[in-house]
C-alpha cells in the first residue's frame, strides 16, 4: 500500500508513503490526502506500480483528491499514462499541457539499454545546464548515465523511472531514477559479501564498489553523492534501508543511512541541488 496522513511526498519521506505487502493480491496506492509530490514520489510510485504488475498482482490506485493541485500534478507530469501502460486504472484530474522549456522533464519509463536512455539522458542533461551550469552539468552527466546503465545490468529490471522538477521559489532541481529490480543489496551480493541492507547503501555510496565486481565500475551512485556534496543532496531507498546525504558534508562519509518499515522491491536515487538562478 502506498499513502500516509502526511500531504507532501518528498524525496526525504516517500518511504513513509509505501508499504508494500506482496503477499496480498492487491497492490492499494492511496493518494487521497496528497497534496504535493516531488519526482522522487512519482518514480516510487510506479516503480511499485510495475513490481506489482510483474507478480501478476492488481494495482488498486486512487489519486490525490480531484479538486487538488497534486492530481492534476501527477497527471501533468505522465503518471496517466505510466499507469495506461501498465494496465492500471487511474482516476488523475486531466491538466492543460504546456511548454514548460527546462523546467521539468516529465515521469518517463525507460529501456535502459540502449538509445532511448541515452536520449533521456541527454535530454536530462540539457535541462540540468540550464540551472546549475555547463560545468556542473558535465560534471553530472557521467554518473547520471551510468545510473541508467545499472537499471538492466546491476537489478534486473527491464525498464526504469525518470523525472525531473525544477523549483524557481526555492532555487532548486530535482532529479529522480528508481527501478522495479532486485534491489542494491541482491546487486552487490553477486560480488560482495553484504550483512544487511544498511551495510548495501554505505557501501553503493563507495567509490569503486559495483555489482559487476569489475575494476573501474561503481562511479554511478558515489559519483553523484561525491559531485553534489556541496551543492545538493541525495536520497537512497532500497530494501529496508534509507539514506540521505548531508549537504556541505566531505564526499564518502556524509550517507546518514537508516532501517525504514518500508520496503521497496527495487531502488529509487533523488538528487535535490541548489541552482544559479
Known amino acids: 500500500m502506498v499513502g500516509n496522513n502526511d500531504t507532501a511526498m518528498r524525496a526525504g519521506n516517500a518511504h513513509a508513503h509505501v508499504v508494500t505487502a506482496p503477499q ?14 516531488e519526482p522522487a514520489g512519482l518514480v516510487t510510485i510506479a516503480a511499485v506500480a510495475e513490481r506489482a504488475r510483474s507478480q501478476g498482482r492488481f494495482v ?16 501533468r507530469m505522465g503518471m496517466e499514462n ?14 492543460r499541457r504546456w511548454d514548460t522549456g527546462d523546467n521539468l522533464l516529465e515521469l518517463r519509463r525507460f529501456r535502459a ?22 560545468d556542473f552539468a558535465v560534471a553530472l552527466y557521467q554518473s547520471i548515465a551510468e545510473i ?18 525544477y ?9 529522480a531514477v528508481a527501478d522495479a529490480g532486485i534491489g542494491i543489496r541482491a546487486s552487490l551480493e553477486l560480488h560482495h559479501q553484504v550483512p544487511s541492507d544498511i551495510r548495501a547503501l554505505s557501501m553503493a555510496a563507495t567509490m569503486g564498489v559495483s555489482g559487476t565486481g569489475e575494476k573501474g565500475r561503481g562511479r554511478g551512485i558515489a559519483g553523484v553523492i561525491a559531485r553534489s556534496s556541496k551543492a545538493g543532496q541525495v536520497t537512497l531507498w532500497s530494501g529496508t ?5 548531508r549537504s556541505g558534508a566531505a564526499p564518502g562519509a556524509n550517507l546518514q543511512v537508516r532501517r525504514c518499515q518500508s520496503v521497496l522491491e527495487g ?3 533523488a538528487v535535490s541541488i541548489k541552482t544559479e538562478n
Open 267 to 269: 531502488t529509487v536515487v
Open 60 to 75: 488498486d490506485f486512487q489519486g490525490p483528491d480531484p479538486d487538488s493541485g497534486a492530481s492534476r500534478y501527477m497527471h
Open 241 to 245: 534501508a534509507h539514506g540521505t546525504t
Open 167 to 175: 523549483y524557481p521559489e526555492q532555487h532548486s532541481v530535482q532529479f
Open 82 to 95: 505510466i499507469m495506461g501502460e501498465l494496465g492500471v486504472p487511474s482516476d488523475l484530474t486531466p491538466a
Open 24 to 37: 496480498e493480491r492487491t497492490c492499494r496506492i492511496h493518494l487521497r490526502q496528497l497534496a504535493f509530490v
Open 113 to 134: 539499454d540502449g538509445f532511448e536512455w541515452d536520449k533521456l539522458a541527454d535530454d536530462l542533461f540539457g535541462k540540468l545546464r540550464t540551472h546549475v551550469g555547463t
Open 148 to 165: 541508467g546503465a545499472n537499471v538492466p545490468e546491476h537489478s534486473r529490471a527491464s525498464h526504469g523511472y525518470i523525472a525531473m522538477q
